[in-house]
């Protein structure tokens, strides 16, 4: 990543470090350089607009997703290089990038009023009616059921019933592409 003028590159490699190029399997290559060939940026601000925007281009999985798992080495979140008593500070330079990324909103004067409704639980009927299974689908979030039980376990009906009642109701599921399908299947078949 190469990064324009309006950018203000606040933290950098040390002077031998380099980057390099990582493939569409996000494998490291360290036989292509990358774009810096010393001294590559690790994180770069800007102002947009109103707002502001951090550039940190790492995996998420180093931005405290997995941080403080007990399985996880936790090298360029905070532990760093342990051996050489040189520790990271990254999870400190993220948690203090979203307080400056916060600023701006911090003065607006409604900011922080927000109060959310209690939860309200949802209300399941008491009865099903096993002759119309599915009622009419009320948004286009809708799309389908999962875990509809058929005469083949506890429930009744057939899975043709189903399908029929489900259709009538307009719900569905898109198909798989025939490639996705068939990775699908042999994956399956391995298992």
Known sequence: MRYSPEWTVLVRGESD???YKSGDDNELNLNIQGTYSSVPPVLAVRQFGKGRIVSYPVSDLFTGQNHRNPLWADIVECNG????GRPSHSMTMQMNAY???AEPSRVLADFGTYVQEPYKPIQFPTKVNCDRPFAPAATRDV????????AYSDGSGTVADYVKAAKAAGLFFYRLQRSARKACQGNLEKN
Do not use: I, K, Q
């Not at 290089?81 to 050489?84: G, N, V």
């Not at 799309?143 to 058929?150: D, I, L, N």
């Open 99 to 101: 307080r400056w990324l």
């Open 81 to 84: 290089d342990r051996a050489a």
């Open 143 to 150: 799309r389908g059921v999962f875990g509809a039980h058929t």
């Open 17 to 19: 470090a380099r980057s």
